[in-house]
């Protein structure tokens, strides 16, 4: 009967009249918030109230209709490194602090953080990284020649080597 949670999506315009759909302790919040095209993460409910998360930023509010846009794998707080594009664009480890729903491209668009300045434009997913998928670097299974040494620490030859 409920959505599978979590899911995302945005609240462009105001979904109702008043403020009524919206927890009490919560208005402050959502007013600043809602509508935008930033794009929330809905992650629980509790029969009466969803839960939403943007970032370290949470709020309450009673089911209302709202824009279902689909995740790409990024969340506000995360930490990414952009893909490059030749020499078009400068590489740099950043942490994503906005997510948008750009209806003109049907895709969200991520503004990013970068030594705690904000970086110029917006990203968009293909464009980026999560830290945590980054490869990493598995010891080979290439035998290297290793250094012999008589007892007066004077190298003899490559053990291994032909």
Not at 45 to 67: E, S
Not at 109 to 134: D, T, W
Not at 140 to 154: A, F, S
Request: one cysteine or more; proline letters at 6%; a positive charge.
């Amino acid at each position: 009967m409920w959505p599978p949670l979590p899911d995302y999506g945005c609240f462009n315009r105001w979904p109702q009249d008043g403020q009524s759909w919206i927890h009490h302790d919560d208005v402050s919040i959502v007013t600043r918030l809602i509508p935008s095209e930033r794009v929330f993460k809905r992650v629980a409910f509790d029969k009466t109230y969803y839960h939403y998360r943007y970032g370290r930023l949470r709020f309450r509010l009673r089911p209302a209709m709202w824009l279902k846009v689909e995740s790409e794998g990024f969340d506000v707080g995360d930490g990414v490194e952009t893909v490059g594009l030749g020499l078009e664009r400068e590489l740099f480890i950043g942490e994503i602090c906005g997510m948008y729903y750009v209806s003109r491209k049907g895709a969200i668009a991520y503004r990013l953080r970068r030594a705690g300045n904000l970086v110029p434009g917006l990203f968009l997913g293909n464009q980026m990284r999560l830290l945590k998928e980054k490869s990493r670097v598995h010891e080979g299974n290439v035998k290297h020649p290793e250094p012999t040494w008589n007892g007066q620490g004077n190298r003899l030859g490559l053990a291994g080597s032909e």
